[in-house]
């Protein structure tokens, strides 16, 4: 009668725990990027602890501001590295590998059935390969670092069911869009979300992360799809160790459930300023906009920037257009398959895979008044440059509006 999370946390408290139970947990990975290992290591040094529990267990991306944009970033990231060579840290990807919640299932860590704890929110991520897996702020991952282990209340479950087909147009964002904007920006508050149905069967592991990796927009301490078929054979030949399959009981007690059908889905917005403030397109179509951005660890993915690149012509853009790739391995894969030639040739700027923008820190902060459409994960007030306004949306949305020049209805184009 446990739901994945329970079963998952269980095994990692070695005890049976169900929701409401508190466990003390042995993390499988710990990751920090670029940002919150400062904070972490800073915390690790205050506590006294000169090792970590286990060198080959933390993953070290960086991401966030890479390169390092002033000497502040360039020195913080300089001590990291150090401290990761003085540790034997045996995990660290260094500036244009990638943004960690795509570096982590590219490279085999995301796993079913393994508890992951990131320091940084959108953990939730790897909840696409079954795992449980969740964010913590930098003070609590160096207690990880010291132990390897955590303690966690253990979450009641929702559970999601989406049904139909995808129509034309729209996407998994689409789908990401649509569930945040029914259950609100808090309605998971500490719950986890299980995802069931044929629209989620169907999702390709892309599409799963973009759906899991904008859980914690619900306030979801995690979410899961089952692993599959397609888990199994995204991880053939790059999963980083052995893992279980682990599955709700059919008599698996939910504290929610909802149901959608996403047969006559039609492309969503999340305009300013929060993301469960979403809309079709249509309703804010002809919006203009002064910055088109397509990557991030949502929608940076290969098959984001295929979807956009078949869209676009020569001098297409309107708008000036950003478009960082999740990682260097989809830089490569996307170039190889003619999607960046294309992308460029439309007019896009191509930047370092690595968060962007996203976070407004380099790299195409916008200025005060200015409109960016986005295909991130958040839009709060702020957070891609001071006054500027931020619509979440696909990328298919994204590169319809950036040919126009305003908020665009793919089907349009
Ligand atoms: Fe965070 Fe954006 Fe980087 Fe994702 S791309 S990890 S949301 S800053």
Redesign the pocket.
């Known amino acids: 009668m446990l739901t994945i999370s329970e079963k998952i946390l269980s095994k990692a408290g070695g005890r049976s725990a169900s929701a409401g139970e508190f466990v003390e947990a042995d993390v499988d990975f710990a990751m920090a990027h670029d940002g919150t290992s400062v904070l972490a290591v800073k915390s690790l040094r205050e506590m006294g602890i000169t090792r970590v529990f286990d060198p080959t267990k933390i993953i070290i991306p960086f ?2 501001i890479v390169p390092a944009n002033n000497e502040t970033a360039a020195n913080l990231q300089r001590e990291i590295r150090e401290w990761i060579r003085e540790q034997g840290i045996e995990h660290h990807y260094d500036l244009g590998k990638g ?3 795509q570096v982590l299932p590219e490279n085999g860590f995301a796993l079913p059935g393994k508890l992951i704890i990131g320091a ?1 929110s ?1 953990t939730c991520t790897y909840g696409a390969f079954g795992a449980f897996a969740t964010g913590v702020g930098a003070t609590d991952m160096a207690e990880i670092f010291a132990t390897g282990k955590i303690w966690l209340r253990v979450p009641q479950t929702i559970r999601v069911t989406i049904n139909g087909t995808l129509p034309r147009c729209t996407s998994a964002k689409d789908v990401t869009l649509k569930v945040v904007g029914e259950i609100g920006a808090d309605g998971a508050t500490y719950q986890a979300i299980e995802y069931y149905g044929e629209a989620i069967d169907a999702l390709s592991m892309d599409g799963r992360m973009t759906l899991c990796n904008m859980a914690i927009e619900t306030g979801a301490k995690n979410a899961i799809i089952p692993p599959d078929e397609k888990t199994h054979t995204y991880l053939a030949g790059r999963a980083s160790g052995e893992y279980t399959l682990v599955q709700a009981d059919s008599d698996a007690e939910y504290v929610d459930e909802y149901e959608f059908d996403v047969s006559d889905l039609e492309p969503l917005v999340a305009r300013p300023h929060s993301v469960d403030n979403t809309c079709v397109v249509g309703s804010v179509a002809g919006t203009p906009i002064d910055q088109v951005f397509i990557g ?2 949502t929608n940076g993915r290969l098959e984001d920037i295929a979807a956009a690149a078949r869209m676009v012509n020569d001098s297409m853009f309107k708008t000036r257009t950003i478009v960082i790739p999740a990682s260097r391995k989809i830089l490569l894969d996307a170039m190889d398959a003619g999607y960046i030639q294309r992308l460029v040739r439309a007019g896009a700027m191509i930047a370092p895979p690595g ?1 962007g923008p ?2 407004g820190a380099h790299t195409g902060v916008i200025g005060e008044g200015e409109v960016c459409l986005s295909t ?3 839009n709060f007030k702020g957070r891609m440059g001071k006054g500027g306004l931020i619509y979440l949306a696909s990328p298919e949305t994204a590169a319809a509006s950036a040919i126009r020049g305003e908020i665009t209805d793919p089907r349009e184009i």
Request: one cysteine or more; a negative charge.
């Open positions: 991401d966030h943004v960690c919640h940084d959108h991030t660890c968060c996203c976070l991130a994960n958040r």
